[in-house]
């Protein structure tokens, strides 16, 4: 029993408290204000998909954005390859069977519907210019492999890379 109080005493007295009250105890140091505020304003957010697009139920509907590094259309498939803003390349294919360009359902610039018009905004003399970005949203399988494009989100020239985590 004697020792009992001692183990207790003891604990007490190494936390700074005795029977008769803590004494001299100070507050543990907090986590300063500027600290906690760029805790909350995380620069990696994930984006939203469009409420349009999903996957068959054995794949799943991810996102590369960055700047495309090419761009080529042949007679039956369309191929695209990002630099995604995460420093990974990641390259799709669109297929089209039957006609030389892939239907502008596709595409989208800055969000809205895609007009063919909007090309002259990222080609220069009828390539695509050096510095356009995309979002290219994309079905892959469980281990994501497999990409199958389902959008290209054209963003123009010299956008601002994301803050969305791949």
């Not at 590369?64 to 259309?73: A, I, Y």
């Not at 007679?75 to 630099?83: A, G, K, L, M």
């Not at 669109?94 to 090309?119: A, V, Y």
Request: glycine share 6%; net charge positive; charged share 25%.
């Amino acid at each position: 029993m004697k020792s009992l109080l001692m183990i207790k005493f003891f604990i007490l007295l190494t936390l700074g408290c005795s029977s008769l009250g803590c004494v001299g105890a100070q507050p543990s140091e907090s986590v300063p204000a500027e600290l906690q505020k760029k805790t909350q304003e995380s620069p990696a957010v994930r984006e939203a998909p469009p409420t349009d697009l999903s996957c068959p139920a054995d794949a799943r509907l991810t996102l590369w954005e960055g700047r495309v590094l090419s761009f080529k259309q042949t007679d039956d498939r369309t191929e695209i390859t990002v630099r995604a803003d995460w420093d990974v390349t990641y390259s799709g294919i669109i297929q089209h069977p039957g006609t030389k360009k892939p239907p502008l359902q596709l595409f989208r610039f800055k969000g809205e519907n895609f007009k063919e018009s909007d090309w002259k905004s990222l080609e220069s003399e009828g390539t695509l210019s050096p510095d356009v970005r995309a979002k290219v949203w994309v079905c892959t399988d469980k281990n994501g492999k497999n990409p199958e494009i389902m959008r290209i989100d054209w963003l123009g020239k010299k956008t601002t890379p994301s803050r969305a985590t791949p």
